[in-house]
C-alpha cells in the first residue's frame, strides 16, 4: 500500500484519528461471538498508537464490557454502535439509550422465549443490553434459520417499533433510536478537530462508518477508507475502500505502518 494514503494522519498524529470495527478487524470472526479475543499484538499496537494519535476509537456493535476487558482501560470503546462507551474504565449507557433499556429487556425475554419453542439448533440470542442479537452462524441448517429469524426479528421490530439491523449471519433489534458507527465518528471528529480520519472496517454494518468520512471529506478532512477482506466482506465495502487489507493481520500491519 502507497504510504502516500497514510500521509496525511502520520504527518501530523495529534490531529489524526482512527477508527475501528472489532470483529472481523482485530479479530478473527468465530462461530461463537462470546469466544473471539484481538489478535496477538493487537493491544500493544493500539497502545502505541493511543499515545501518538489525537484519538484512537473502537466502534463495535459488540457490547462495551466485552472490548472492555479484552482492549483494557485505556483505548476508547464505543459499543453497540455508539449505546454505550467506556470511561474511566466502566461501560457508560448513553441517555438516549438508557431510556429504552425496560423495553429491550421485555423484547429479549420474547425472543428468548419465542426461539425456544423452535427447533433451531445453534441458533444464539445475544443480549447487549439495549440491543437483541439474534445468530445463526453455528446453526444446524444456516438457511433455514436465517427465514424463521427474519420472521422473528419483523414480528417483535412491528410489535414494539423497533429498528432492525443485519449483519454477518445475523438480524439485530435496536430500539427506535438512529444510534450508528456514523454519528460516533462524525460527533467525535468533530469534538476533537481532527483534520485526518481512518476508519477500518470489514462487515455491512460499518458502510455506515464510510458515509461519515465521506462527510468530513466534503468539508476538507482527508480521509482513508479501509476494508479488512475475507470470504464474507460485502462487495460494496470493497467498492467504496480506498485500501482493501487481507484479514485482522493486513489490518494489524496497517497499523503498525502508521507508527
Known amino acids: 500500500m502507497s504510504i502516500e494514503l497514510l500521509r496525511p494522519l502520520i504527518a501530523d498524529p495529534r490531529a489524526a484519528g482512527v477508527f475501528l470495527d472489532f470483529d472481523g478487524t482485530l479479530s478473527h470472526i468465530v462461530t461463537v461471538a462470546s469466544d473471539a479475543r484481538p489478535l496477538s499484538g ?29 482492549l483494557g482501560p485505556k483505548i476508547e470503546i464505543w459499543g453497540v454502535h455508539g449505546a454505550e462507551t467506556t470511561y474511566e474504565g466502566k461501560v457508560v449507557l448513553a441517555p438516549r439509550a438508557e431510556q429504552h433499556w425496560q423495553l429491550m429487556r421485555r423484547v429479549y425475554d420474547e425472543a428468548r422465549d419465542r426461539i425456544s419453542t423452535l427447533d433451531l439448533p445453534g441458533v444464539l440470542i445475544e443480549d447487549k443490553g439495549v440491543m437483541v442479537g439474534l445468530h445463526f452462524r453455528a446453526a444446524s441448517d444456516v438457511e433455514r434459520a436465517r427465514h424463521i429469524l427474519d420472521g422473528v426479528a419483523a414480528d417483535l421490530a412491528t410489535k414494539h417499533g ?96 502508521l507508527l
Open 162 to 257: 423497533l429498528l432492525r439491523a443485519g449483519g454477518r449471519l445475523a438480524f439485530e433489534l435496536r430500539p427506535p433510536e438512529p444510534f450508528s458507527k456514523s454519528d460516533v465518528i462524525l460527533t467525535r471528529s468533530r469534538a476533537l478537530g481532527l483534520r485526518a480520519v481512518m476508519f477500518i472496517g470489514d462487515d455491512r454494518v460499518d458502510l455506515p462508518g464510510f458515509d461519515a468520512l465521506d462527510e468530513l471529506a466534503r468539508s476538507g478532512v482527508a480521509t482513508v477508507r479501509v476494508a479488512v477482506s475475507s470470504d464474507e466482506v460485502p462487495e460494496d465495502l470493497v467498492a467504496r475502500a480506498d485500501v482493501v487489507v487481507e484479514g485482522p493481520e493486513g489490518c494489524l500491519d496497517l497499523l503498525r505502518q
Open 42 to 70: 493487537v493491544v500493544e499496537t493500539l497502545a502505541e498508537l493511543h499515545e501518538r494519535y489525537g484519538l484512537v476509537s473502537i466502534v463495535s456493535g459488540r457490547s462495551a464490557h466485552q472490548l472492555l476487558d479484552w
